[in-house]
């Protein structure tokens, strides 16, 4: 041993130093979404550094081109599609950015649909089928030398059509980040949290587990620190952990396991969604080469077969809603004021989950939800090897399934607001033996890098012997899927299981739009095999949950029978907004989606107050529909109320009675021989008056009145506010089927970002500065330059009172959590 000493000293010495002694790079994260140039169509050179892109469109990201396009039938996407047109794209952005020897340099795209190739300097980087996957590439050794100009060139190819069941959009639509590191750094989302796998969260204490994954790009062994500290929202120290002396090997095979505790925990709740940081230093020679921040919750949640889900202890239903990833008007292009307002509005209704259905998404949406208080189920995919379009993912599924899950659980599991993973949503192959295998590995992969949520997959077959993803045995929940006639047999079938009721509903409606009488439901389509010949001429659905395809429900019963089965753990309503294409029930020129609570652009639907009133404690009383109808007809009137006992209804002062919900309807009618004038509706607790709600017959079209939902905004060239227009009569009230074109004049360092009425069949492109109303309202979305400054809005239309609106854009709005709503006054000019 002795004479081995001096080696072993000369061996640690070794180790023990890096490449170069001088102060690490440490880590930068540069936003990159500016500077770009676009061309729609192919260029088979384009990828080349000398290529001549001066002709090309500058932009800036995240960009959406199928939204700039126009409507047309014969697009290839179809109208399932939303009827925008589709094709190759391409990217190139010039930049200089040096890497030291001690240096890495990584490209990191959030999304790009789809089909994504990359190249730097010439030199391909990588390709990335799947359209909804967040990837990273390194630059670092084709980077030119002495700061000469690189170019990266991205071909987007979306021409393979159909590839969506929906709206997909086109283009680099997420964000971008140069990111550098030190050549010794945290992987790529190279950390784990995780509060729930080690020991249990008490009051008193919290063991944080953190897996760190460590790459070296040195061609040896290093000896290093790995420090980790928890900060809590206030930014103050609460724990800390040193590993001493681990020996980092090249390569990133180093994986590092912390255990750290939190003394008195605050815990993450929906009411409450507290969030904590862990700041991961990796310090080699007393020198910081890396420091890396996660943010995570602490919380504790389970799924139980008799009494659904509970989080931190206490029982919660899962009150949630489907939202595909498009932003109306905005497209795919990701905007993070358009996600929380999204967000917002579903949280005003009482909804406190989100799917993801059926992609993984932007993970600023993940960011919202962590910090507003939403629960998540992240799911994969929309098909495995079986296609449900000819050219969508089944085509890529072997080669690239595992890998694309496996970067969606390494992306996301930081965020407490997920709770379960989903695999997939009506896989084709529930009906078939491959069914089995496939269940097996895939959440195989997920347990392998997260065994703290559970695995579940959304399917529709509920007899088990049917079922052969259900069959895998492997599902931690099981997931349905509408059928909800079928609940009350599921514990039976599938004995010990959790469950949750991953789609319900499914019902049209246009708002403001009513078809009578409300107690006849429209099945549209009936069946499976027959056409849809019935219909509305004008491509509406009624308002008064009264219309549903075959395979799906109006709202009241299903959500009555989720409510009414405590061994479900909760719901998500199919769907929370409109979204672009799977215009069900009609055909062109209807391009988007009928099943929303919120139409495209952002209007509440009547549906909205049914479950406002069901899934809030806040008192609520909605009166439909409006009150502009023939004389003579007979008028179905009804309202959701909650913290009430009953409901009065007066026309024209006279009493028209009062009602109460019974057990199986969750609103109140009455039968009205209409008349013009009032309506008013008065809900009361114990005799007492809790809400007043008045509609007026309204007049002929007389002014424009104007309401931003926030008017001081961040000058950043992102923010939005989103300005509602209504066209009222000489009283004031709104004018039910106004259709006026119109015209919006912006002045001030600010554009129109998109315009919408939330007419499922308006094939008015949503980039323009005009719009027509749609049953008297239409929508102005104005987006913030990075020039501070005052924004003027004018909307005016042919005979109308036009009006104006004036927002401020600075260096800091009031947080944009917080609503700072503006209306216009009329200004007569
Ligand atoms: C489901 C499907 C959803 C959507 C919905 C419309 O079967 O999972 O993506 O298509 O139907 O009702």
């Not at 940081?277 to 389970?302: L, N, P, S």
């Not at 005016?796 to 917080?818: H, M, N, R």
Request: with cysteine; aromatic share 10%.
């Amino acid at each position: 041993m002795r004479q081995l000493l001096p080696f072993l000293l000369l061996l640690l010495l070794s180790l023990a130093r890096p490449a170069a002694a001088a102060q690490p790079p440490g880590r930068g994260v540069e936003n990159f979404n500016k500077g770009w140039k676009f061309y729609l169509g192919d260029e088979a050179q384009a990828k080349e550094a000398g290529f001549n892109d001066a002709g090309w469109r500058p932009l800036t990201l995240p960009h959406d081109w199928s939204i700039e396009g126009r409507f047309d039938e014969k697009n290839p996407a179809k109208p399932e599609g939303g009827g925008l047109p589709t094709g190759i794209g391409w990217y190139r952005k010039t930049f200089t950015a040096k890497a030291t020897k001690n240096q890495r340099v990584y490209i990191e795209f959030d999304g790009v649909y789809q089909q994504s190739e990359v190249w730097l300097n010439g030199q391909l980087l990588g390709r990335r089928p799947n359209g909804y996957i967040s990837f990273r590439y390194e630059l670092t050794r084709h980077l030119r030398p002495n700061g000469q100009p690189n170019v990266l060139a991205v071909r987007v190819d979306n021409s393979a059509q159909p590839n969506s069941r929906w709206y997909s959009g086109s283009g680099i639509y997420r964000n971008v980040r140069l990111v550098t590191t030190s050549a010794i750094a945290v992987d790529h989302w190279g950390t784990f949290v995780s509060t729930m796998r080690l020991a249990p969260v008490t009051k008193e204490l919290s063991p944080i587990g953190i897996d760190i994954q460590v790459s070296n790009a040195f061609d040896r062994s290093i000896l290093g620190n790995i420090e980790t500290v928890i900060l809590d929202a206030q930014g103050r120290k609460v724990a800390r952990d040193l590993k001493r002396e681990v020996s980092l090997s090249s390569g990133n095979a180093n994986s590092f396991g912390q255990l750290l505790y939190v003394k008195q925990p605050q815990l993450w709740s929906v009411q409450r969604p507290y969030l904590y940081r862990a700041q991961t230093r990796i310090i080699v020679g007393g020198k910081v080469w890396d420091e890396y921040e996660t943010t995570f919750g602490i919380r504790t949640f389970a799924f139980d077969a008799q009494t659904g889900f509970s989080l931190n202890g206490q029982p919660l239903k899962i009150l949630g809603v489907n939202q595909h990833h498009d932003l109306g008007a905005l497209g795919a292009a990701f905007n993070l004021r358009a996600a929380e307002r999204q967000l917002q509005l579903l949280q005003q209704m009482g909804c406190n989950a989100i799917r993801m259905s059926h992609n993984p998404p932007a993970p600023e949406l993940l960011d919202l939800c962590d910090r507003m208080g939403f629960l998540v189920m992240d799911e994969a995919f929309d098909m495995w090897q079986k296609k449900k379009n000819g050219k969508d993912y089944h085509q890529d599924f072997k080669a690239w399934h595992r890998r694309d899950l496996q970067d969606m659980v390494r992306r996301d599991r930081n965020h407490p607001s997920i709770i379960v993973w989903s695999i997939g949503n009506e896989i084709r192959e529930q009906f078939d033996s491959t069914g089995v295998r496939l269940t097996k590995e895939l959440v195989a992969t997920v347990k392998q890098l997260d065994s703290t949520r559970p695995v579940t997959s959304a399917l529709t077959e509920q007899e088990p012997e049917k079922n052969f993803i259900s069959q895998a045995g492997v599902l931690d929940i099981l997931s349905f899927n509408y059928k909800h006639e079928g609940y009350p047999k599921l514990p039976q079938s599938f004995p010990g299981k959790p469950f949750l009721a991953t789609e319900i509903a499914a019902a049209f409606e246009t708002r403001g739009h009513y078809d009578l009488p409300s107690d006849s439901v429209r099945v549209w389509p009936l069946d499976g095999k027959t056409k849809l010949t019935t219909g509305n001429a004008d491509f509406t659905a009624s308002s008064y949950d009264n219309a549903r395809p075959y395979w799906g429900s109006t709202h009241e019963p299903a959500w009555l029978a989720v409510k009414r089965s405590p061994f479900i753990a909760g719901t998500f309503v199919w769907s929370g907004f409109d979204y672009l294409g799977e215009p069900l029930p009609y055909p062109w020129p209807a391009r988007s989606s009928y099943f929303g609570l919120i139409d495209l652009a952002g209007f509440p639907k009547d549906a909205y107050y049914l479950y406002q009133s069901e899934w809030t404690d806040k008192p609520v009383l909605h009166l439909l529909p409006h009150w502009n109808w023939r004389a003579g007809q007979t008028v179905d009137v009804w309202a959701y109320y909650s913290q009430a006992d009953e409901v009065e209804l007066l026309l024209n002062g006279k009493s028209l009675g009062t009602k109460k919900k019974s057990a199986d309807q969750l609103h109140v009618m009455w039968r009205v021989p209409y008349a013009p004038g009032t309506l008013q509706a008065v809900s009361r607790k114990a005799g007492k008056t809790v809400l007043t709600r008045t509609i007026k017959t309204a007049g002929a079209p007389a002014r424009i009145e104007l309401t931003a939902d926030r008017s001081a905004l961040r000058a950043d060239g992102l923010d939005l506010s989103f300005v509602t227009v209504r066209v009222l009569d000489a009283q004031g009230n709104l004018v039910p089927d106004a259709a006026n074109q119109v015209k919006f004049d912006l002045s001030g360092p600010a554009s129109i970002a998109g315009v919408d009425n939330g007419y499922q069949a308006s094939l008015e492109p949503f980039k323009a500065t005009e719009r027509k109303a749609y049953n008297g309202q239409c929508l102005a979305i104005v987006q913030t330059s990075e020039q501070a400054g005052t924004i003027t809005l004018k909307a005016s239309a042919d005979g109308l009172q036009p009006a104006t609106i004036t927002l401020k854009s600075g260096a800091s709005s009031s947080a944009s959590t917080k609503n700072n709503p503006a209306t216009s006054v009329a200004t007569g000019n």
